[in-house]
């Protein structure tokens, strides 16, 4: 009697360590990877909306676990937006939706999101901004006729970089002079007299410091290009 309690008890003992291995193990807690953004952090789908104000970034949690009853989103992004946490917008099944606004062209660096599974992935689906930033690149400027300068408030004369950008350069060079000679005076310095004449026109939309590439909107004269 007592060997075939035995074996029983080593039955059941054994059933329950099966059932116990079958069972998937829960991943409390999933890191972003970098799904849906390139390696600076920048949403990879953008989509204007005029009513926008900011920037709107859905993230998606795929494979939830679905007995929870909460779920949570924290994520951190570059300055001025820093550190988000959201509740879920949508919940459908084991997929749980996370809504939250940044300002435009934020940086996402890091983001987990709560009561997920071992085959969980957390993406960032697309994002919805206001407006698409416009840049003029330094070579534009260099090569841009002095209304296009002027326009923006400057002279490639008597407008010096050290009056406009907190480090100086030495010799107090024009902004002119910077822009034909990215040798002499670095490629920062190069670069922060596109950005500035760029914020500064009135028919260049620079925002937050994003340069798009083949985007700036006016002609060597400062005329919009239709």
């Not at 900011?54 to 989103?73: E, M, P, R």
């Not at 890091?110 to 599974?117: K, L, R």
């Not at 030495?170 to 670095?186: D, M």
């Amino acid at each position: 009697m007592k060997k075939k309690m035995l074996v029983l008890g080593l039955a059941a003992f054994g059933f329950a360590a099966s059932a116990l291995v079958a069972q998937p193990v829960l991943a409390e807690t999933i890191v972003w990877q970098g799904n849906g953004t390139d390696f600076t952090g920048v949403c990879n789908k953008l989509i204007v909306d005029p009513t926008v104000t900011g920037q709107n970034w859905l993230f998606v949690l795929n494979s939830a676990n679905k007995s929870a009853l909460y779920h949570q989103l924290r994520a951190d992004f570059d300055e001025p937006t820093g550190d988000i946490a959201s509740t879920p917008s949508k919940v459908n099944n084991q997929v749980v939706q996370f809504s939250v606004n940044t300002a435009p062209y934020a940086l996402l660096e890091y983001a987990e999101a709560d009561n997920g599974t071992a085959k969980s992935v957390l993406t960032v689906s697309h994002c919805e901004v206001g407006v698409i930033s416009q840049w003029c690149s330094p070579g534009y400027w260099r090569n841009a006729e002095d209304k296009a300068w002027a326009d923006a408030g400057f002279s490639k004369v008597i407008s010096y970089y050290n009056d406009s950008f907190t480090t100086p350069l030495a010799g107090n060079p024009t902004l002119y002079e910077v822009l034909q000679s990215p040798q002499t005076y670095g490629g920062a310095a190069f670069n922060n007299v596109g950005d500035l004449l760029s914020a500064a026109h009135p028919y260049v939309t620079f925002v937050d410091g994003v340069r798009t590439p083949d985007s700036c909107p006016i002609d060597h004269f400062g005329f919009l290009i239709d």
